[in-house]
């Protein structure tokens, strides 16, 4: 049966902006069929299931273009000891210990939590990066199977790393070449893979030499951590006498199939890098903050052609949050009040939605005509207008995710009214603090 959505505010974030009043969305199976008025449309779809917005905001489901599920049950965690005082401290002392703890069934909860969450605040879209070294083999399927339970677009990668030996490494390799392979037998956008790396700091030319062989034989593109803290790029000097961008470069890893995340510690000459190659970048403020890793010149980045988009690296699921805090940051970095204005909202809703669309056969991220049907309404009114002019403002000072009232993924209402369809999200929340307990008590 055709959904009709009526009466909204609908924001298309199409290549205009264009923001109705009174309009009205239709779908028909996994995709739109028309954007235009209520009056126009409902007519028109007489037969179809209405949702009334009621003047509230209809826009494209959010998309995380860089996320850690597998970071879920570091939630309350406690390792003991000193403190972290560097970055390498922070992944010696808790990423690192954590993954290794991770079962199959750890992976599956520890993913299925955030999704549900991500529902919950209009996420419709993601792409993972995941490592559980001591359960590889199956880890991204039980990642696939938990997207598919709950309804949510997924990318999926495994992060290949030397630092838990060779035979690990091997095993990632194929995890990754069975999944991006398994993808492609689907032919469904619903999940796709890319090929992971951690960062080339834990990656040697033998392994990856062996990641490049891999993935070329599959077509496919590259998801890597990149000069996160000075470690990396100090690292890239004295092993190869090249900076971090410098040595993924040259060996062919940055291409316009491929992410680049984080990139805080580049020059102006690996900005260029970047441009030339058309990877896309991911900025994730929060957790760079939190890591006390630095600014990532991102307006510079921008201003020079770069695809700069927007990701959580874990740290939350709301990607308002990451929106403000990506307002903030360049703000204070810069010591300017008048930058960072235009460039946040444009990383979010509109470059994330060309480096998810580079992954997909069909499009997401905006409201039109032929695209898949990942649809938010949004319970908030404002108390100033909002039009195309004021949407912006509105979603960075007034909203955040649990705003979210409908999400819609690929035609399929998953939460109607702020509640879950056809998921026990109690049972599975219960499950998973269990695990999460579990886990802790091996510590």
């Known amino acids: 049966m055709a959904i009709l959505i009526i009466n909204g505010k609908v924001v298309t974030r199409d290549a205009s902006g264009t923001v109705l009043d009174g309009g009205a969305v239709a779908i028909e199976g996994t995709k739109i069929v028309e954007v235009d008025a209520t ?91 995941h490592a559980s070294p001591y359960a590889v083999t199956g880890s991204l399927f039980k990642i696939a199977e938990a997207a598919e339970q709950i309804g949510i677009r997924s990318n999926l990668c495994y992060e290949i790393s030397d630092r838990d030996g060779d035979a690990i490494a091997m095993d990632g390799i194929k995890e990754k070449i069975d999944i991006v392979k398994h993808c492609q037998s689907r032919g469904d956008d619903m999940l796709k893979g890319l090929v992971g790396m951690h960062a080339q700091m834990t990656i040697s030319d033998k392994t990856m030499d062996a990641v490049v062989s891999a993935t070329e034989a599959v077509g496919a593109g590259y998801h890597i951590h990149c000069a996160e803290g000075i470690e990396d790029v100090v690292d890239a000097i004295a092993k190869y006498d090249l900076r971090v961008i410098e040595r993924l470069n040259a060996r062919g ?52 052609g770069v695809l700069v988009g927007m990701g959580t690296d874990g740290y939350c699921t709301d990607m308002t949050q990451s929106l403000r805090a990506t307002h903030e940051i360049h703000k204070h970095a810069a010591g300017v009040p008048s930058v960072g204005w235009g460039e946040p909202p444009q990383m979010l809703f509109y470059n994330n939605q060309t480096i998810m669309n580079r992954f997909l056969d069909g499009k997401v991220g905006s409201l039109e005509s032929g695209n898949y049907a990942d649809v938010i309404i949004l319970d908030y009114e404002g108390t100033t207008p909002i039009n195309a002019d004021t949407i912006n403002s509105h979603i960075l000072f007034g909203i955040n995710g649990r705003h979210t009232d409908t999400t819609i993924c690929n035609g399929k209402v998953i939460m109607k009214n702020r509640e879950l369809v056809g998921i026990d999200e109690e049972k599975i929340m219960a499950e998973s603090r269990a695990r999460a307990q579990a886990l802790w008590d091996r510590i």
């Open 253 to 304: 890893v940055l291409n316009d199939k491929s992410i680049a995340v984080h990139c805080i510690h580049v020059t102006d000459d690996e900005i260029a890098m970047l441009a030339d190659s058309k990877v896309a970048v991911v900025h994730n403020p929060e957790s760079n903050m939190s890591n006390a890793v630095g600014t990532s010149p991102v307006l510079k980045m921008i201003a020079n």
């Open 39 to 129: 009056e126009v449309l409902k007519p028109k779809y007489k037969d179809a299931e209405i949702i009334d917005a009621k003047g509230r905001i209809v826009m494209p489901g959010f998309i995380n273009a860089h996320m850690h599920y597998y970071s879920t049950f570091a939630r309350g965690i406690n390792f003991g000891g000193r403190p972290a005082t560097t970055f390498g401290e922070v992944l010696n002392g808790l990423w690192w210990k954590l993954d290794k703890m991770l079962t199959l069934d750890d992976v599956y909860y520890s993913a299925i939590g955030p999704m549900i969450d991500q529902v919950r605040m209009g996420v419709t879209s993601a792409i993972d990066h």
